[in-house]
């Protein structure tokens, strides 16, 4: 009896076992397969954002028309509908690919890999950009691993002036010269590494240094990358902004051109900001790291301009001072014990402490502004666009011309 018995028992488990290894075949399957979808839909991604933006009449509808008896209102809905084309396919092109690779490049491996995973594969930790020194200016964008959309919509916008729009519609390029860095971090999945490599191999506009990508090591992560710079890449000046900021470089361009050499740190300007003591806050700072109930005067995290010459001070005096996890305030600190104020201009990130962000605006509300946090990345395109629209038509924000185009 006790013989039948303990037959029976391991037969149960031969079956139970042989269940769940069909399971987890199952799946490892269906993981693998969602894995191969994804990877198929990022090579074919540059292809389709290129493919599915027709440049053929931009310069004639940008740039203008010889005949001078078109009325202005027929220019007008010309600008309006060919932006609105323009933004069209670029959205059909983005959403595409958008959601299922947001949903696995930027989450499902938030849980379930570990940087240890990464650390017995082969990759290259260093990733360094080629650089040309006397650049004017350095755009110091800060990006996760994942956010591959976020980086095609940029350099498909504003930010490469070797992109097809811009060769064909920035003035005087020649006169004034900058270049996009996406600067990144080490992430938990070796697919991910892997796919941002091939990236750099493609575009060369990465700098990947050694440090975990996260949050709390945001502060680690732009000294790091600023020290770099300070050594490697020399500009006359950075500007340090975020993969959700928009850089109207019409504006932007002709006011570095022009500005004061005494300024060495400029950005919208954050006085006496309480310091955060709740432990449940992602900004807490214990009072062992930061005594002080403000912090010192900085400028806000979303984009801060800094003189390109005053960067291995600026490193060097970093390494005297402990870090928080504000690396904005952060900054500020350490401008703060180089005697260095900030310079306040509220044309970056006008629109941060509003109820109004730039989304709810008309177009002709932040013509002039240098830079605004809070964009998507098929906004970056639009907003592009409609800057250069603007330029070139300043009659659309005015009188009865204005015009919204809509997101």
Not at 146 to 167: E, H, L, P, Q, T
Not at 281 to 291: D, G, I, K, Q, S
Request: net charge positive.
């Amino acid at each position: 009896m006790c013989m039948v018995m303990r037959k029976k028992k391991i037969l149960i488990f031969i079956v139970i076992a042989i269940i769940l290894m069909a399971t987890l075949q199952h799946w490892t399957d269906t993981k693998a397969t969602w894995k191969n979808t994804v990877l198929m839909k990022l090579k074919k991604y540059k292809i389709e954002l290129q493919q599915s933006i027709d440049f053929s009449n931009l310069e004639k509808n940008m740039i203008g028309n010889d005949n001078e008896s078109i009325q202005e209102d027929v220019v007008v809905r010309t600008v309006r509908r060919n932006a609105n084309n323009l933004l069209k396919n670029a959205k059909m092109c983005l959403r595409r690919s958008r959601s299922q690779i947001s949903m696995y490049l930027m989450r499902s491996f938030e849980n379930e890999f570990s940087i240890e995973q990464t650390t017995n594969k082969i990759t290259n930790t260093l990733l360094e950009p080629k650089c040309d020194n006397d650049i004017d200016l350095i755009i110091m964008l800060t990006t996760r691993p994942g956010a591959f959309y976020n980086r095609a919509a940029i350099r498909n916008s504003w930010g490469r002036m070797d992109s097809v729009i811009n060769k064909l519609l920035l003035e005087d390029s020649t006169s004034f010269t900058y270049r996009t860095i996406f600067i990144v971090g080490r992430d938990r999945d070796y697919k991910v590494e892997q796919l941002v490599e091939e990236e750099y191999k493609h575009y060369g506009d990465i700098l990947r240094l050694d440090y975990k990508d996260k949050y709390e090591n945001l502060t680690n992560k732009t000294i790091l990358s600023l020290g770099w710079f300070a050594e490697k890449c020399s500009s006359k000046y950075i500007l340090k902004t975020d993969d959700d900021c928009f850089v109207n470089l019409i504006s932007l361009i002709p006011w570095l051109k022009k500005i004061n050499p005494s300024a060495k740190y400029i950005g919208k300007k954050n006085e006496f900001m309480p310091v955060i003591r709740d432990p449940t806050h992602r900004n807490f700072v214990p009072m062992a790291e930061y005594a002080e109930e403000y912090y010192k005067p900085y400028c806000s995290g979303g984009g801060y301009m800094i003189a390109g010459h005053i960067l291995k001070n600026l490193t060097e005096k970093a390494k005297t001072i402990n870090q928080i996890i504000n690396e904005d305030a952060y900054i500020g600190l350490v401008m703060h014990a180089l005697k260095i104020l900030p310079t306040d201009d509220e044309r970056f990130l006008p629109y941060v402490f509003t109820k109004r962000g730039v989304s709810k605006r008309t177009m002709c509300n932040w013509k002039d502004k240098f830079l605004m946090h809070g964009v998507e990345p098929e906004k970056q395109i639009h907003m592009h666009w409609t800057t250069l629209a603007m330029r070139d038509y300043p009659s659309i924000c005015e009188g009865n011309y204005q015009i919204e185009i809509s997101p």
